[in-house]
């Protein structure tokens, strides 16, 4: 298992027009890195680089991974645990967005997880079964200083709204302190680019589209000279029943579903971390997700349905 | 299905404080990671400058120069600067013998060799041949109550010369920081070892058959001398006193104003300068080495203003200096820097500086007169004038790197305070201008 999952790291190079293209899979994703530059060593070096890091954010931060900090913060919930300044950064990030969102965005309500099963059925969870889930989830019951976490027994937190986004970050950071040739980053679906890129002498927009995995037919394009997008949203993921659909999206403090969220939203931002954090908290607010990022002047692009 | 392209901004700010928030907790999250970087290159968050600088004056010296430094900025705004100068001197610089309608010969200070200097020149030695490595330290920090405090140290060293100095500075802000009061003080020791050991002052140079040898070296070498020597070494101590005031104007106008003393105490003489002993006729009998007094005490005055204006900045500088030496002297420097396209920027600059002499200088000695108790001939204590004029263009390579280049020309008109010029003297220029250019390229990373 460990064998196979090592041999699947590696790093493929494809040369295009303007550079090259370099892909590989990380965080359940497939990840690309787009080289404007003729030099192929300086492209997969910078590459490397950027699957590094997205590797090591996944080692990192993966509830999948019992091994990762993200894992043993969760099997020792109970526990004071000590924790590197890293990861104290990233939970620390997370408590801004609890506190910006006044309680909408909570890394903690993963649990509601146990109840809902977003696979097209009909298998609604009882409202018991739902308050036996709501004394766990709670960001506002954790302690969190710079050299330790604690949080109850039972809860559970994930980085699944911020992790990938942070990666993008990180690993764009590390190449804009290598080069400064134009470099797009995208990681599933969440990207960034560094600069504009030169097409002939002249300076022009990185032209992304973003596919939603649910809308084939549907592809958002985006132009980018710098900062980044991250997209929230998944069409396939919802409950019907009695004629009533249920989106995926969890009202933490009800543990009931948001009602008529768009399907999926794009968010533009200077950094990854925080257009990712911007559409998910969008997706919360529901019927009001456009306005209420219209009303914060932040660029976007929702899909509904 | 519908594909929502999201409005133009709205006119409503008074919702815009999640934009600032979330800027706030990223800079937390991703600038602070970004100096983490710095375990695997540890090179990562120095800024470094750079430079190669020429200097050559018409028929006289030449100097080129290489500049490293790099500046470290830490967490808590710690900021420490390390330099490093390396120059290289060629080339002849005036002896302060006058010219004669005959050629004449001088001994090298080692005593080792002549040099002749034709006929009507001025008397150049071109023995020269010296490199300086300079090395310094800088060490600033914050302190509690708007205070910054700073601390270095430096070190030169050529063939003849050892430089050590130490310094503190200490500085508080008022008024939101508008206001910046500093008190500085640097100690500088500094110890000659000339070619051929100290002269006696005021006695002849020594010539051929003439020449002192027989002493011996620390590394049992036989020392020979073209004079009669006094020590091998000599040393002076330099205490400077600073005190500054800068204030900022308005958004677009800061001005600054520094008092500085100096003390110096030692040996300041120009160990290889001669002054001509010169008949009625103006022709010259032999050649005394130099004396100045054993100490300079130094007053000077500074004010400099920057103004921003909309695509430039005017930065203009005056300086008053003088000293018990009775050297008076002001300096006038203005640089423009006007911005072009894509942070590119050119920059005139001029400066313009006067002196008038110290008192002991003298451009030669007369026969049956009385030797006074200094005198000097070095033209850099005479009465003179000189100015700059320059252009500077810079321009950004991307990722915080940047290029400029500096091409500079300095004239230097020394003037007669007043001596008459006997005899064949009248014909003679003492008072040779110098014509110099400058050129650096200086790069940041």
Sequence with gaps: MTLSKKAERKVICQPRESGFLLSFYAMASPCEVLVDTKDKRLAQKLAEMAATEAWRIEDKYSRYQQNSVCGQLNLRAGECCSIDSETYLLLKFANDCFQMSDGLFDITSGVLRKAWHFDGSDTIPSQTQIDQLLPLIGWQKTQLSEQSFLMQKGMEIDFGGLGKEYAVDRALQLINNQTDVPVLINFGGDLAVNKERMVNGKAQAWQVGIDHPSFYDKTVIVEMTAGAVATSGDANRFLLKDGQRYSHILNVKTGWPVENPPSAITVAAPQCIQAGFLATLALLQGENAEQFLTDQEIKHWAIRE | ?445
């Design chain 2, 1 to 445: 299905m519908q594909l929502i392209q999201s409005p133009m901004p709205a006119q409503n700010s008074n919702k815009k404080a999640l934009k600032s928030l979330l800027t706030t907790a990223t800079c937390a999250l991703l600038g602070v990671n970004a100096s983490v970087e710095a375990n695997t290159n540890p090179l990562a968050d120095w800024k470094f400058d750079t430079a190669l600088m020429v200097y050559s004056e018409v028929n006289r010296v030449s100097a080129a120069e290489a500049i490293i430094a790099g500046t470290k900025t830490f967490k808590n705004d710690e900021i420490l600067n390390l330099k490093v100068t390396l120059d290289a001197l060629t080339g002849a610089s005036a002896n302060g013998a006058v010219g004669q309608p005959n050629v004449q010969t001088f001994t090298s200070p080692s005593g080792g060799s002549n040099y002749r200097v034709d006929a009507n020149k001025t008397p150049l030695d071109d023995t020269f041949k010296d490199t300086r490595a300079q090395a310094s330290a800088q060490w600033t920090q914050p302190l509690a109550n708007n205070y910054t405090w700073s601390v270095g140290g430096n070190f030169s060293k050529e063939f003849d010369y050892l430089s050590l100095g130490a310094n503190t500075n200490i500085a508080k802000d008022f008024n939101k920081k508008n206001t910046t009061l500093s008190a500085g003080l640097a100690l500088a020791y500094d110890q000659i070892k000339p070619s051929g050991g100290i002269a006696d002052p005021l006695t002849p140079m020594l010539f051929g058959n003439e020449v002192i040898s027989g002493t011996y070296d620390d590394e049992g070498g036989e020392n020979r001398s073209n004079k009669v020597t006094i020590a091998n070494s000599d040393n002076k101590n330099t205490v400077d006193l600073l005190f500054g005031l800068t204030q900022v104007i308005n958004r677009r106008m800061i001005v600054q104003f520094n008092y500085s003393f100096s003390h110096i105490n030692g040996y300041l003489n120009d160990p290889y300068k001669l002054l001509s002993v010169i008949n009625n006729n103006g022709l010259t009998q032999q050649y005394l080495y130099e004396n100045r007094p054993g100490s300079r005490s130094k007053h000077a005055f500074f004010a400099q203003t920057k103004y921003h204006f909309a695509h430039s900045i005017l930065d203009a500088s005056y300086r008053y200096m003088t000293d018990d030496w009775h050297i008076h002297s002001h300096t006038v420097d203005l640089h423009y820097r006007m911005n072009l396209s894509q942070d590119n920027y050119i920059e005139p600059h001029i400066r313009y500086y006067t002196q008038t002499a110290a008192d002991f200088y003298q451009p030669f000695l007369q026969e049956g007169s009385t030797v006074p108790e200094f005198a000097s001939a070095d033209y850099r204590l005479g009465d003179m004038d000189t100015y700059t004029v320059g252009i500077k263009y810079g321009m950004p390579l991307g990722s915080g790197k940047s290029m400029a280049f500096r091409l500079e020309y300095y004239h230097q008109t020394p003037k007669n305070s007043g001596f008459s010029q006997p005899g064949v003297l009248a014909e003679q220029n003492l008072y040779e201008n110098i014509d110099a250019v400058i050129a650096q390229v200086s790069y940041s990373f």
